[in-house]
């Protein structure tokens, strides 16, 4: 269902606009983010020369560049990544939007949405939702950055990603894009599995070499990983791990712990993801609080979430930990927000 262009504000309450990408979960949207700001510097945004596609290869199967034209206004998609491609099952690089038909989104008009990228210059940051061939709505997430002619004046490109929310596994239905019969006949013959290239959480017992070496390596404790109610996971991605986490259920509350992400992997968005994965097993429990203590980490834990608390106001429950008794510091700042 399409929006008119000049329903800005139904628009945006229906996308559910958000500021930034510190208000989605995704981790590849937080590190296309992070690139662009450091590619434009103190200007409006970068441009197209600034961009190298080897500094932001992990992105590139999930990434959309489109190009614009004006007199008339068209958007021109000159990539797609391959990601994209498995989940719409058609290679549409080179098509023009108005050529093709999303039918399976339910509330997202892209072209007002390129529109505004094009005339306002401003990074876009939202959650769309689309229906699969059997009815089911799901959500995802997407970042759209602007990008500026050689001269800086003019918005020439939009870099686009999309991703789905932690957690959702969701196969590619090659019915929902509908493109010529000579594209859609050569993605029937190519078998896809995009739900192998999502990130999740996996499970892992305590005793966990992996775990423990990188705990170790970032000196956190392992003395106490062991014990009743703590339940450990792997952060995965295309078949790749990129951190661990845990928590400890004690009574109505959480205390998050062990979180690490692989020195490799540091500074892609995977600690917000895994944070995120971690609250929402938290919440299949019922939980109703989660408490971490942490020495350095105190905005990030702030930006998705976290509030400071002093740890006199800690539950008992929380307050009778081992991290909490011992083995953190007592200048370790309490957080805690609800699930």
Known sequence: MGLASGEPEELESLLRRVASASDLTSSKIAGLTRYWEAKRGHRPMPVWSDIDPAEIKPLLPQLIVVRYEQKPFRVRYSLVGTWVVQYAGADFTGRYLDELDFASQVDTDWPELHRQLFTQGRPIFLISRFRTESGVERDYETVMLPIADPTETTVERGLCLSDFPFGVEVRPDPSTIAVSPKIADAAANRKTDVAGTLTQLEPIPATDSDLRRCLDEAGLPIADLSGAGKR????????????????????????????????????????????????????????????????????????????????????????????????CPVSAKLMRRQL
Not at 241 to 259: D, M, N, Q, T, V
Not at 307 to 313: F, I, N, T, Y
Request: glycine residues 12%.
């Open 232 to 327: 450990y996971f792997r952060l995965m991605e295309a078949g790749q791990c990129r951190g661990y986490g845990g928590f400890e259920a004690r009574g109505a509350h959480a205390l998050l712990r062990s979180i690490v992400i692989d020195g490799r992997e540091r500074g892609h968005g995977y600690g917000r993801t895994l944070v995120h994965g971690l609250v929402a097993e938290a919440r299949k429990l019922g939980l109703k609080e989660a408490y971490l203590l942490t020495e350095t980490a105190a905005p990030f834990f702030a930006a998705i979430g976290f509030d400071a608390c002093a740890r006199e106001a800690a539950p008992p429950e929380i307050a009778a930990t081992e991290q909490f008794v011992a083995l």
